[in-house]
């Protein structure tokens, strides 16, 4: 019996010995068998290592690329592991109030040099009184959170800021493999068009297909160069308000009659908020709200003032003249001054035709004279 037991127990061990040797000489990764054939791999990224929050310390990631070349005389596809540290697009927003928006543009200008960066754009305008204008510049990533801090430092105050960043690092891999693709298929290509062929179709079906590789190659590389210069150099973005404090206002209406209410509006631009209204409506009244409403009692005209103080005590001051135009309202002593001016205007008009008559009055006796012998004449004679 015992004799039984071991002979089955050393069966068991020696078909597990049998079973772990096949399955040592099966790849792990592609689950061919035979021996393996690595191809080794370059690819053309660069080091790119990013301040504020980006960078870790932690050494960088390993990113492993597919590599499609064949392996000889099997046609399987070996992988090898190529080391990039993450590629990382900054960019950066900011709204800054300056003193002086056209020196500003000139001193960021200069600070991108300093940065070894650029100017891509910049343009600047007039919103009635008051400059605006933007600005973009980049500058080499390493010196990001330099460049935000000298643009601080050119600020009277900070309205915003934000920056972003996007991790292109999957799509940079992802074209390195489709370049490595493109470029075997192209010496695969050119193998062929080396190569006697008899039949002028096939020669013309292998050139195209060889210019539409290229093309892809191409447009692989330049894409591939574009993520490169976008990841070395970082973008940012500069809105510029000056900060001289400007103040205008209006009125729902300028024509008014006694009593109706005018709603004003103020047009605030500059300085810095909260700001403070003094309204001076021209016939006594005042107002410390910022969109008043005021109602005339008297019909004329008025001017209207506004002053206006930001948070830092700096004024502003819009003043119209005759602005506001009130006309006289119903009333039974109106109704009786216009009669009675009527009657006035009446007699005015009676008073002076009498005056004319008195003064022609020699010529048109004459008139009669000449008038009554002519009818007295002709009656004679009848």
Known sequence: MKKLILGLVLIVVLVGAVACGKSEEQSPQSGI??????YATQVPAPTIITKGGFDTGAPPPVVSIPSSAPQAGSGSVAYDSVSIDRMIIRSGYMTLVVEDVAASIDDIT??????????????????????MGNITIRVEVQRFDEAIAALHALAVEVRSESTSGQDVTEEYVDLA??????????AQLLKLME??????????????????????????????????????????????EQS???AEFSADTRNVKEGQDVRFFPKISGGFSPYSYSWNFGDGGTSTEESPV?????DGNYTVTLKVTDDRGNPAEDVRTDYITVLPGWSGSNVADAAWDGLVAFFRVIVNIIIWVGIFSPLWIVILVILYFTWWRKRKKA
Do not use: C
């Open 177 to 186: 493999a489709r370049l490595r693709n493109l470029e075997a298929a192209e």
């Open 110 to 131: 200069r600070l991108a040099g300093t940065y070894n960066g650029f100017v891509v754009s910049s343009n600047s305008w007039k919103d009635g009184d008051r400059m």
């Open 195 to 240: 190569e006697k062929t008899e039949k002028v179709t096939d020669i013309l079906e292998v050139q195209r297909e060889l210019v539409k590789t290229r093309g892809e190659i191409e447009q692989t590389k330049g894409r591939m160069q574009f993520l490169e210069q976008s990841a070395s150099m970082s973008s940012l973005q500069v809105n510029l």
């Open 33 to 38: 068998t035979g021996p393996r054939t690595t």
């Open 294 to 298: 005021h109602a005339y009692k008297t």
């Open 244 to 246: 001289k404090l400007s």
